[in-house]
């Protein structure tokens, strides 16, 4: 471990040390290089948020503008819900399929037309995908808030043949309500289940069972009988999470990666402002300073999957476009903030401790970076922010490589800036 930690910062060393950094403005990005989707041996995945095209007013043209499109080989499309009754439903149908796109925001440059069946984010994402012929769309089912029912959806062979049926019917047969039969056909190449989680707590309310960890086996399995028979180049993948205890807890995971082309392990939320001290939202090694009983990092969750079973080429690893943040926080011995209490979250724009990675690459405030741990953080005498900019995710990169992992994931798209600095570091390396 020593050995590949050095290795990475040998790669990294020019102007990486642990150190006060100038502004990020001042720090170079980035690659303009396109290239064809499908020609990579690594994933590099970035989910687009279906309620971005409102109050953050990112639409998939941004996708297409940045640059960002040509540099990934897999669109997450964030979130289907699942019901209780074992169906497939839309969260937005306005944002999905009803909302007429003008030609400002289309990824052709031609407005919709009024008799258009399919508009909205699948009519762009199906543009998108037409600009780039080896890029994958897929539609994430779940998240934080639509993950509710999962566990009542998946509960017997009926339940699970009922759901794979009907999420394969409305997402990739493209059988939309209200619209012709097969209106939605060729959007998505496949299916991202995003349970959170299995067998564990999630957002309040969730239904959960303990025999969830077999039942999401089962439905994999379900699933991709129903998908050969269909079509056997559609995909499944998964958001795994990084904690041991919810990886047991919820995951066979030797026999679900027979069914998964790829799992996205949770490589941010490590830590947060739900917590009273401040530290690192997505490090790649466990950091020495680190107070906490049970140390996090992607490094650990890496090897937590690999000793239970997963095949290293099937992890892919998420990297944050956002930071956490908290205010009222002294700067400790080190005068840098870091493992030091707060009093709350720091302001953000739509959440309270929650950041872009546009906005906080513009925050002013010191800087300081450490290779050894693959973190950054943002601290300013008040507020401490920790997020990750080109240069941790580099870092990130080398380290996917070395290891013979997968490839990368974002969340979200939104957040990367309008060069998709983000996108280009982690392409520069994941090709």
Not at 16 to 24: D, H, M, N, Y
Not at 112 to 122: I, R, V
Not at 144 to 166: E, I, P, Y
Request: proline share 5%; glycine share 10%.
């Amino acid at each position: 471990m020593r050995l590949l930690k050095h290795a990475l910062a040998v790669a990294l060393a020019a102007g990486l040390a642990t150190t006060a950094l100038p502004p990020a403005s001042a720090q170079a990005h980035t690659s303009s290089n396109t290239n064809s989707n499908s020609a990579s041996s690594f994933k590099r995945v970035a989910y687009f948020i279906q309620w971005g095209i409102y109050g953050r007013n990112y639409h998939v043209k941004d996708v297409e503008t940045s640059g960002a499109a040509a540099k990934l080989t897999h669109v997450n499309y964030a979130f289907g819900f699942v019901g209780a009754d074992s169906t497939c439903f839309s969260a937005d149908p306005w944002a999905d399929w009803q909302r007429p796109v003008g030609a400002d925001e289309a990824v052709n440059g031609v407005a919709d037309a009024d008799d258009q069946p399919l508009k909205g984010n699948l009519n762009q994402l199906k543009e998108l995908k037409a600009k780039h012929p080896g890029l994958k769309a897929l539609i994430s089912l779940g998240g934080w808030t639509g993950s509710a029912h999962f566990s009542d959806a998946v509960l017997t062979a009926d339940a699970r043949a009922k759901l794979a049926a009907s999420c394969i019917d409305l997402w990739l047969k493209g059988n939309i309500p209200g619209l012709p039969a097969g209106a939605g056909a060729g959007v998505f190449d496949g299916i991202d289940l995003d349970w959170e989680w299995p067998g564990s707590d999630g957002n309040v309310g969730n239904t959960i069972r303990p025999e969830d960890k077999q039942n999401f086996t089962l439905f994999l399995a379900e699933l991709r009988k129903q998908l050969d028979a269909y079509d056997r180049r559609a995909q499944i993948t998964a958001f795994l999470p990084a904690a041991a205890t919810k990886i047991d807890a919820g995951f066979e995971v030797s026999k679900i990666f027979r069914y998964l082309d790829f799992g996205s392990v949770q490589g941010y939320d490590l830590h947060g402002p739900w917590e009273t001290l401040t530290g690192h939202n997505g490090n790649l090694f466990n950091d020495r300073r680190d107070p906490n009983a049970v140390k996090f990092s992607i490094d650990q969750t890496v090897r937590d999957y690999l000793k239970r079973g997963a095949p290293a080429r099937k992890i892919v690893v998420g990297m944050p476009a956002y930071g956490h943040g908290w205010t009222g926080v002294a700067a400790g011995p080190k005068h840098d903030g870091l493992w030091q209490p707060s009093t709350g979250a720091a302001p953000g724009t739509w959440e309270a401790g929650s950041e872009d990675y546009k906005v906080l690459a513009a925050k002013p405030g010191k800087r300081y970076r450490d290779i050894l741990t693959g973190s950054l953080w943002l601290y300013n005498g008040t507020d401490f922010w920790s997020y990750d900019d080109p240069g941790t995710l580099l870092e990130k990169a080398a380290y996917i490589r070395l290891k013979g992992l997968g490839g990368s994931m974002m969340w979200s798209i939104d957040g990367d800036d309008t060069k998709a600095s983000l996108t280009s570091a982690l392409y520069s390396v994941l090709r």
